[in-house]
């Protein structure tokens, strides 16, 4: 069931409509278990031969019992082990697939970057490598565009997926049972008049764009805010990414969207994927 931006009351008010609040402010609060967490980690990382817990506790600061509920926790999750002969712990398999992500990422943001410019200065307007974040559209790489009215700055927020271009163009390549599972569990919000917030219509829609190899987001986030979006594909033919122009919507006439923006942003999305071993006639199955 959808429902209105700002139509509900009690402390959990508009809870997914503040799902996309902008990560630019940083004075957040720190977490202490999380900071020791991390500090066990990079403890860890330098100790090739794993550490006993009086070792950690003596260079964490923490009580014993603090650190053996730390050292468990992170144990539980995978991310240290413990030899059950020394009773060292050391960092797990779990956290060097963090730093081959990482590794991924990195190389995606390094070849995007130079084409992501050439977009920038033929379209004139901001642009973004966006990928799927917890079912949430993250706007990582961007560069701003110089005119004077600009959309305000998406760098490090989380958008709701099915209505950013960003989003939608990643969520149409999904496979089925991962939308589904999206689906099921999605709350919709009317952001706005253009907003979709039914199912059946938003699979459609979704279903078009991954025959078109486009999204467009018409005011559907904010009034008056409008985006362009293509998938970007790594060497197997998954969707990992998408390039994004976003623009005041003043400026998105349809002449210009489907005879400057709509070729330049695709275009952008397959050099992209080509750099990352795309051959442009492979598509994973969804």
Same mark, same amino acid.
């Given at each position: 069931m959808a429902r209105k931006l700002g139509s509900t009351t009690g402390e959990k008010k508009d809870d997914a409509a503040k799902a996309w609040v902008r990560h630019d402010d940083k004075s957040h609060y720190v977490?202490?278990?999380?900071?020791?967490?991390?500090?066990?980690?990079?403890?860890?990382?330098?100790?090739?031969?794993?550490?006993?817990i009086d070792t950690i506790r003596r260079k964490l600061g923490l009580s014993k019992d603090m650190t053996v509920r730390l050292a468990a926790t992170l144990e539980r999750r995978g991310y240290l082990e413990k030899d059950r002969l020394t009773?060292?712990?050391?960092?797990?398999?779990?956290?060097?697939?963090?730093?081959?992500?990482?590794?991924?990422?990195a190389a995606l943001f390094h070849q995007a970057r130079p084409l992501i410019a050439e977009l920038w200065q033929a379209c004139e307007e901001t642009?973004?490598? =966006?990928?799927?974040?917890?079912?949430?559209?993250?706007?990582? +790489? #961007?560069? $701003?565009?110089?005119?004077?009215?600009?959309?305000?700055?998406?760098?490090?927020?989380?958008l709701p997926a099915y209505c950013s271009a960003g989003g939608k163009a990643q969520l149409a390549y999904l496979p089925q049972?991962?939308?589904?599972?999206?689906?099921?569990?999605?709350?919709?919000?009317?952001?706005?008049?253009?907003?979709?917030?039914?199912?059946s219509r938003l699979e459609e829609h979704l279903a078009r764009i991954a025959a078109e190899g486009i999204a467009i987001n018409h005011e559907e986030l904010e009034t008056g805010v409008c985006g362009v979006a293509a998938p970007i594909r790594n060497h197997t033919g998954k969707v990992i990414a998408a390039v994004v122009v976003s623009l005041p919507a003043f400026r998105?006439?349809?002449?210009?969207?489907?005879?400057?923006?709509?070729?330049?942003?695709?275009?952008?999305? =397959?050099?992209?994927?080509?750099?990352?071993?795309?051959?442009? +006639? #492979?598509? $994973?199955e969804g």
């Open positions: 977490i202490q278990s999380v900071v020791n967490a991390f500090d066990l980690l990079e403890l860890a990382a330098h100790a090739p031969h794993g550490l006993p009773e060292h712990f050391n960092l797990s398999l779990r956290t060097m697939e963090l730093s081959q992500t990482f590794i991924r990422q642009v973004y490598i =966006a990928m799927l974040r917890d079912n949430q559209c993250a706007y990582l +790489d #961007q560069l $701003e565009t110089r005119l004077p009215v600009r959309v305000v700055s998406r760098f490090a927020s989380l049972d991962k939308l589904h599972e999206y689906l099921d569990g999605l709350e919709f919000v009317c952001y706005t008049p253009a907003t979709i917030v039914d199912r998105m006439g349809e002449e210009r969207l489907n005879d400057s923006l709509i070729p330049l942003v695709r275009e952008t999305a =397959a050099r992209i994927s080509a750099k990352l071993g795309h051959s442009g +006639d #492979q598509e $994973e």
